[in-house]
C-alpha cells in the first residue's frame, strides 16, 4: 500500500516539467525511456544501455573495478576535506597530522577513512587486474583497455607513493628515502630524474611540496581521465568478457 | 525465401528499421570460442542498482574499520636518525625484498621494468589465443622446454641465494609437472591444473612469488633486514 503510493508520488514527480526539463525524460518506465536515462546522462552515458544478464553475477567480476572507481571517488572526496586543514610545508605538515587528531572534529576518522581507503584501492587495483587476466579480459577486442589499465595501476601506485610522505612523520619520511633510492639506479638519467622529482638531493621541504602537486592536482586528474577512457572503452569494446567466452569446449 | 518482397526496391524506407546483421568470421578466433552472448538487460536500472548497492557495502565496510582502527602517526620525520630497518610502503616491499639478494640494477630497475613491459604486451601475444592447456600438443618436446627454463631460472636465483623466490618458483613448476600426467579421474583439482593453459602457470607463479616476498617483507624482516618471526 504504502510502497505503491510512494511509487505514485515518484513518477508524478518524474512527470513534471521541471523535473523533466532537468532529466529529458519522464518516468523510466519503457525500455525506450529507460535507454534515455543512460545515454542521455552525462555521467551515465559511458556505461552501455544494455548488457548482458551474464555479466551481472558477481561471480563475473566481482565488482573488483567498481570497487576501484568508488575507493577513487571517496578518496577524492577525503582528500579535498583533508587539503582544507593541510599546508605541504615542513614541519607544519607534521603539526596539521596531530590537529587533525586532537583539535578537528573527526579528524582522526577524515585521515582513517583516507588513509585505509588507499590501502584498499591498491589492493582493489590489483585484484581487478588478476581477475580480468583471469577470465580473459584482455583478449580481443579488448587489448587496448588492458593497456590503460596498466597506467591505471602505475597511477594508482604512484597516487599512494606520494601521499604515503606527506605526513612527514618518520614512517613517512624514511619510506620515502628507500624508494626515491631505487630511481638513483637507473642508468645515466637515475640521478637527474631524482632530482626532478625531489626538487633537491635530499628530501626536504621541495620534495614534499613537489609531492603535494603530484598527489592533489597532476595524478588525480590524469586518473579520472584514464577512469573516464577505462570505463567507456568496457562500453565499446560490446561489454565484459564473463569467463565462459574463453573456455574451450569440452 | 518467402519474405523476398518485403526488403525489395519500392518498400526502400521500410528497410532502414529492419537492420540486418551481417557476421564476419575471422581465421585468427574461431567462432566457437566467442560464447554465447546469452540474455540482456536494461543497465537502468539493473546495473546501476547493483553499482549503487556495492557501493553502499564498500563505504560501510571502510566506515567500521576507519572507527574501529587508527592511520600510524610516528614522531617528526628527522633525516638524522634512521629507523632500522627502514621500510618502504608495504607495495614495494617485494621489490625491497629483491633488492636484498639481487644487486640495485636487476632488482630496482630491471625487474620491475620487465614486469611493466610484460603486462603492456600480454594482449599482443596471440600465440595461443583459444587457451590450450600447457601439455596439450607435443608434449614430449614441451616437458624439455619447460624444464630447461626452470633448471635456468633456479640456477639464477640460487647463485644469489634468493630462496624466498626458489620456493614458489619450486612449488608452481612442480604442480605444473603433475599436471602433465594426463589427469582423467584423477580428482576434480587435478583435472583443473591439467587444462590450465602456458600463460595462466605464468601469472600464477608471478603472483604467487609477488605475494611472498610481500609477506615475507611486511612482516618476517627485522634489522639489517634479517629475518625474525613476528610472533616473536
Ligand atoms: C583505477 C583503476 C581501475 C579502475 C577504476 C577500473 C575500472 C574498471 C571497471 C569498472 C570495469 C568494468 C567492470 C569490472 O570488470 O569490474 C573494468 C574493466 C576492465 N579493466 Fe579496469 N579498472 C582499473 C584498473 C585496471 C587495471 C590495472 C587493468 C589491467 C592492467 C584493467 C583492465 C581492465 C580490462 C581489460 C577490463 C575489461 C574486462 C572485460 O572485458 O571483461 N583495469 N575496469
Not at chain 1, 586543514?85 to 576518522?109: C, E
Not at chain 1, 620534495?207 to 590524469?222: E, G, K, T
Not at chain 1, 577512457?229 to 574451450?248: A, F, M, P, Y
Request: glycine share 8%; aromatic share 14%.
Amino acid at each position: 500500500m504504502i510502497m505503491n503510493s510512494a511509487q505514485r508520488a515518484l513518477d508524478q514527480l518524474r512527470s513534471t516539467r521541471v523535473w523533466k526539463s532537468i532529466f529529458r525524460r519522464g518516468p523510466a518506465r519503457t525500455n525506450r525511456t529507460r535507454s534515455l536515462a543512460v545515454f542521455g546522462n552525462l555521467f551515465l552515458h559511458v556505461l552501455p544501455v544494455k548488457v548482458r544478464d551474464k555479466s551481472l553475477r558477481v561471480r563475473a567480476t566481482y565488482y573488483l573495478g567498481s570497487f576501484s572507481f568508488f575507493l577513487f571517488l571517496l578518496l577524492s572526496v577525503t582528500g579535498i576535506l583533508l587539503m582544507l586543514y593541510y599546508h605541504p610545508a615542513v614541519p607544519q605538515a607534521y603539526r596539521d597530522m596531530k590537529d587533525l587528531r586532537f583539535v578537528v572534529s573527526n579528524g582522526v576518522f577524515l585521515r582513517n577513512l583516507h588513509r585505509f581507503g588507499a590501502e584498499a584501492m591498491v589492493i582493489a587495483v590489483f585484484w581487478h587486474m588478476f581477475h580480468v587476466f583471469y577470465r580473459g579480459g584482455y583478449k580481443p577486442p579488448h587489448q587496448f583497455n588492458w593497456v590503460v589499465g596498466v597506467g591505471l595501476l602505475l597511477i594508482t601506485l604512484f597516487l599512494s607513493y606520494t601521499g604515503y610522505l606527506l605526513p612527514w612523520d618518520q614512517l613517512a619520511f624514511w619510506a620515502i628515502t628507500v624508494g626515491t633510492n631505487i630511481i638513483s639506479y637507473v642508468p645515466l638519467l637515475g640521478q637527474p630524474m631524482r632530482f626532478l622529482l625531489l626538487g633537491g638531493h635530499q628530501i626536504g621541504e621541495n620534495a614534499l611540496l613537489r609531492f603535494y602537486v603530484l598527489h592533489v592536482v597532476i595524478l588525480p586528474l590524469a586518473a579520472v581521465m584514464l577512469i573516464a577512457i577505462h570505463l567507456w572503452r568496457v562500453q565499446k569494446d560490446g561489454g565484459l568478457t564473463v569467463k565462459e567466452d574463453h573456455e574451450r569446449e569440452k | 525465401m518467402s519474405e523476398k518482397n518485403r526488403y525489395e526496391a519500392g518498400f526502400g524506407s521500410d528497410a532502414q528499421k529492419e537492420p540486418r546483421r551481417i557476421v564476419f568470421i575471422t581465421k585468427k578466433t574461431s567462432a566457437k570460442v566467442k560464447g554465447e552472448v546469452g540474455r540482456q538487460v536494461m543497465s537502468y536500472p539493473q546495473l546501476i542498482l547493483r553499482e549503487a548497492i556495492a557501493f553502499e557495502i564498500l563505504t560501510i565496510v571502510l566506515v567500521v574499520i576507519a572507527l574501529l582502527w587508527d592511520a600510524p602517526l610516528e614522531q617528526l620525520a628527522n633525516p638524522l636518525l634512521t629507523p632500522n630497518p627502514a621500510k618502504a610502503p608495504w607495495y614495494f616491499l617485494g621489490l625491497q625484498e629483491l633488492l636484498h639478494y639481487f644487486p640495485p640494477i636487476v632488482a630496482g630497475v630491471l625487474i620491475p621494468g620487465l614486469v611493466v613491459v610484460a603486462l603492456v604486451f600480454i594482449p599482443y601475444f596471440n600465440v595461443n589465443i583459444q587457451g590450450e592447456p600447457l601439455w596439450a600438443n607435443h608434449p614430449r618436446r614441451r616437458l624439455n622446454l619447460f624444464l630447461g627454463c626452470i633448471v635456468v631460472l633456479l640456477v639464477f636465483f640460487g647463485i644469489y641465494h634468493a630462496w624466498t623466490v626458489i620456493i614458489p618458483t619450486v612449488v608452481i613448476s612442480g604442480l605444473a609437472l603433475t599436471a602433465y600426467v594426463p589427469a582423467a579421474g584423477r580428482g576434480r583439482f587435478l583435472e583443473f591444473l591439467g587444462s590450465r593453459p602456458l600463460s595462466w602457470w605464468v601469472m600464477t607463479w608471478f603472483i604467487t612469488v609477488a605475494i611472498i616476498l610481500t609477506i615475507v617483507g611486511t612482516f618476517f624482516r627485522g634489522p639489517g633486514w634479517s629475518w625474525v618471526w613476528p610472533w616473536r
